[in-house]
């Protein structure tokens, strides 16, 4: 079935530096992408939709200059984390429509952790 | 504002028992609902989706809907140690089928 990967699974980072989160939908193209954060014990909050070929658009709240969203071909997303803290320290997940009826596919997750 | 509110718990049952998980959303205009469950650490996983009134069983979990009331629930039959985790209630609330998600119910089956 569609599958949708996510990379990588862990990833430390020292503070101030960026870090680049992929997402990419393995036999289905995906216009639209969404990427969710979830601190420990917190459900998912939606940031951002990502949008092939355009720009994404960011919920209330969500720095668009520090979660750079690059939507660049119909099978990867990229979040890219700048300037990276302690506090975006999270859980990191994408997800994207399926091709057909209301299926919804989510990645694997990615654990962020800024040191 | 789109909300999706689930009871709080934390949910404890003891095996075989029925758990049973309530959520209500604030967008009357909503068509489709889902139930995730999440482990902890690992990405949700869909249980059951529902898109009309009424009741839709899939083996021993059952989601009813109400959108009169704007009230969606999941049932767990014959609950079992392995059904431990968070139950996430979520609504399809724009129109690129993105997710609003409740703050989840952490549900403990006791052996």
């Known amino acids: 079935g569609a599958v949708v990967s996510q990379h990588p699974s862990r990833v430390i980072c020292k503070s101030g530096t960026s870090v680049k989160i992929e997402c990419r939908s393995l036999d289905f193209q995906a216009t639209t992408m969404f990427w969710y954060r979830q601190f420990p014990k917190q459900s998912l909050m939606l940031m951002a939709t990502?949008?092939?070929?355009?720009?994404?658009?960011?919920e209330q709240g969500v720095e668009k200059d520090k979660f750079l969203i690059n939507h660049a071909s119909l099978t990867l997303s990229t979040l890219t984390v700048t300037s990276a803290h302690p506090e975006d320290s999270s859980f990191y997940i994408c997800?994207?429509?399926?091709?057909?009826?209301?299926?919804?596919?989510f990645g694997e997750g990615s654990w962020l952790t800024v040191v | 504002q789109k909300e999706v509110e689930q009871n709080s718990g934390p949910l404890s049952v003891p095996e075989g028992a029925i758990a049973s998980l309530n959520c209500t959303y604030s967008d009357r205009g909503s068509q489709s609902f889902f139930w995730y469950r999440q482990y902890s650490g690992k990405s949700p996983e869909l249980i059951m989706s529902?898109?009309?009134?009424g009741d839709k069983e899939d083996g021993r979990f059952t989601a009813q809907l109400n959108k009169a009331s704007q009230y969606v629930s999941l049932l767990i039959r014959d609950s079992q140690p392995s059904d431990s985790a968070t139950y996430l209630c979520a609504v399809v609330t724009g129109s690129a089928r993105q997710l609003t998600f409740g703050s989840g119910t952490q549900l403990t089956v006791l052996p």
């Open positions: 997800s994207a429509p399926g091709t057909f009826g209301n299926t919804i596919y």
């Open positions: 529902i898109y009309s009134n």
């Open positions: 990502s949008n092939e070929g355009s720009k994404a658009t960011y």
